[in-house]
Each structure stands twice: as C-alpha cells, then as structure tokens.
C-alpha cells in the first residue's frame, strides 16, 4: 500500500466505545496499535462517569493518536453509537468495540477493499470466534461468523435482498469500514441494541462490500449490552421481516425459501414470519406455507406471552416510527436492485 504525505492528516477515524472492561480494553487497543496502517485517530469513549480505569490506560500509553472522552452520564448503547454515525474529517471511519479485535492487517486490507470500489459506502470482513470462560481467560473456537469456502478471498459486492437481511443484517459493527460523506446520517432510534445493524443497514446505500477474510475477532463474552425485552424484541423482528416482505416483490417459490432457511434456525423464526403474514398482505402467502406445528408452536407462545403477540400484531401503530422509517428504506434498497429484478433474493454468506 502507498504511503501518504506526512502531513495530509490520518486517513481513519476510530470509535472505541467501553463500559466497564477493564479486562478486555487493553485487547482492543493493542490490536489498533499493532495495525500495519498507522494514519489513523482514535476516540475512545467511556461511557461509566464511575469507571476511572479507562482514562489511567490512555494516559499509561501516552499515543496522541487515542483521544480519551469521557462521557458526562452513562447513555446506553444505542446513544452511544449514534454519537460515531456522522461524517467525520478523515475519509473513513471505523469501530472497535471494547470486547473485539482485529488482525494486524485489517485496516490495510479493508482500506484496500473500498478503494477497489470507490463507489461504496460500507465493507466488512469475516471474524474468527472467541468465547469467554468464566475464569476470565478466552477460548479460540476455532470457527467463523461466516463458514462458506475461503479458498477466493477476494472482496466481493455484496446486493440488497440478501436471506439475513429479512430479519437481521449480513455485516457487523466491529468488522466493518465505511466511507465518510457530508451529509450523511446513521443514527436509529431507541430499539433494541441487538438491532442496531439491521436498522443501519438498511439505511445504507447498497452494494456493501464483503471480503471473506477474518480479519477481526468476535467475542462471545459473559455478559452483553444486547439484552432486549422479549415483546419488543420480537415486534421489532416483525417489523423488520414485514417491511422487508412488503417490497420484495417475491413469488411463492422465495417465500418458500425464506420460510424454509428460518424454519430452521435454532430456535425457529416461524413465529415472526407468521405475524408478518397477518400484519401486510405480500406476506401473506408465508400462512400457507405454515405447517400445523408452525401454527401450533405460534398459537402456545401467543399463550405463554400474549402481551409480546399484541405488539408484534401492532407494530404498524404502537411503533410507527420503526414502522415508517424501515418501510422507506426497504423501499429505497429494493429500487436498488431493481437491474437485478424486482425477485432477486440471494443465499446467506
């Protein structure tokens, strides 16, 4: 990779949220500092006025290129990410989160990626997984976040209409680069932190760029901020499966395969492609598709938690802010696609 002039200013910008971490901080730092791209600038964020570990690790480092901000009160995840999803004074920008990492080459490797594509607002790698022990210590599981055939790693674009994108999103926060324009605004509203990528993504202007290499490390650790009530949790899965439905323009063959790749999800996803069916009519071909132990298991959890099976029934009224906006911008990624036909709909990575 060329080098830039000393004085043209680093290239990347890089959020590092944390809360209460001490543990896993020093991780993620290590692997920004280790990167083999060095023109970068990092804010780090601390988001607990209480937590006095972060502030004494960047002053031990004394690297002018961490800038420590220390947050007033304690905002919450959602809040905080907000804060990153605007444009910025370098050319990209990136996120750490305090409980990943990333391969000394990924910034270099990603840089490169969006530079091969420089029509592209988002790319993102594979991620190795890590799983956390309740000693402390960490385990490689030696899998992957995407398991298909490595043997191209080259980057690859990567359409609106992909299987993962009906109820969740096919990148991640801590792996991903994306490209800083004026104008541009990222920030969601108050759902469930789980569902931050979903909603991002759809406000993001397709093709992504996707390269098959794990550059990154995903974290499985004891305890998340991507705990979510269950009613809201499952109308916001509604909401995002109904507004994704309503403009895909699919025939019952893709119904059936959508039907099917969420059937067997471990648990199964039926329960929320049903309630889409009842909530737009282009769903409504999935109740057919139903069997009599997809209605059965819908009807016991409608027993079990029916106030759950309310809101994912009134999604249109009780969240029409999630509603209204996810429905445009499914919309506007489906014209997206519109040179690859109104069905396209492709296999998960």
Same mark, same amino acid.
């Given at each position: ?29 290590? *692997?920004? =500092? ?13 988001? %607990? ?13 004394? %690297? ?8 007033? =009160? ?66 490689? #599981? ?11 790693? $080259? ?30 605004? /990222? ?10 990528? *979903? /909603? ?9 760029? /996707? ?9 499985? #650790? ?27 323009? /699919? ?8 039907? #099917? ?19 737009? =009519?282009?769903? !409504? ?11 059965? !298991? ?22 029409? %802010?999630?509603?209204?906006?996810? %429905?445009?911008? $499914? ?9 690859? #036909? ?8």
């Amino acid at each position: 990779m060329s080098a830039r002039p000393p004085d043209s200013g680093p290239r990347v910008r890089v959020f590092l949220p944390t809360y209460r971490r001490p543990n896993l901080l020093p991780r993620a730092i290590n *692997s920004l =500092r280790a990167q083999t791209v060095t023109d970068w600038i990092c804010e780090l964020h601390n988001d %607990d006025p209480a937590d006095p570990f972060p502030a004494e690790f960047v002053r031990h480092l004394n %690297d002018p290129r961490i800038h420590f901000i220390q947050h007033e =009160r304690n905002l919450g995840p959602v809040p905080t990410f907000n804060l990153f999803y605007q444009p910025v004074a370098e050319p990209f920008f990136s996120i750490l989160e305090d409980d990943n990492g990333w391969e000394p080459s990924f910034l270099e490797k990603m840089l490169e990626a969006m530079t091969a594509f420089p029509s592209t607002t988002l790319a993102w790698c594979n991620q190795h997984v890590w799983q956390e022990s309740t000693d402390g210590s960490w385990q490689d #599981t030696h899998s992957l976040v995407n398991h298909e055939d490595h043997s191209d790693t $080259a980057p690859r674009l990567i359409h609106w209409g992909n299987l993962r994108q009906v109820m969740g999103a096919v990148h991640a926060n801590g792996a991903m680069l994306m490209r800083s324009r004026s104008g541009q605004n /990222y920030q969601t509203p108050g759902i469930p932190f789980a569902g931050v990528e *979903s /909603y991002r993504e759809r406000m993001v202007p397709h093709p992504l760029v /996707y390269l098959p290499q794990p550059l990154a490390f995903f974290s499985r #650790t004891l305890q998340t901020a991507r705990t979510h009530a269950a009613s809201e949790w499952g109308a916001f899965q509604t909401t995002l499966a109904a507004t994704f439905l309503r403009h895909g323009a /699919y025939k019952e063959t893709q119904l059936g395969e959508i039907w #099917t790749y969420f059937k067997h999800q471990q648990p199964p996803m039926t329960n929320e492609l049903i309630a889409a069916g009842l909530v737009v =009519r282009e769903a !409504r071909l999935l109740l057919r598709l139903a069997g009599f132990g997809d209605w059965f !298991r819908f009807f016991i959890n409608a027993g079990r938690h029916p106030l759950s099976t309310i809101h994912k029934l009134r999604v249109r009224t009780e969240h029409s %802010d999630w509603w209204n906006q996810l %429905d445009q911008l $499914a919309a506007a990624r489906f014209a997206e696609t519109v040179s690859n #036909t109104p069905a396209h709909l492709s296999s998960p990575l």
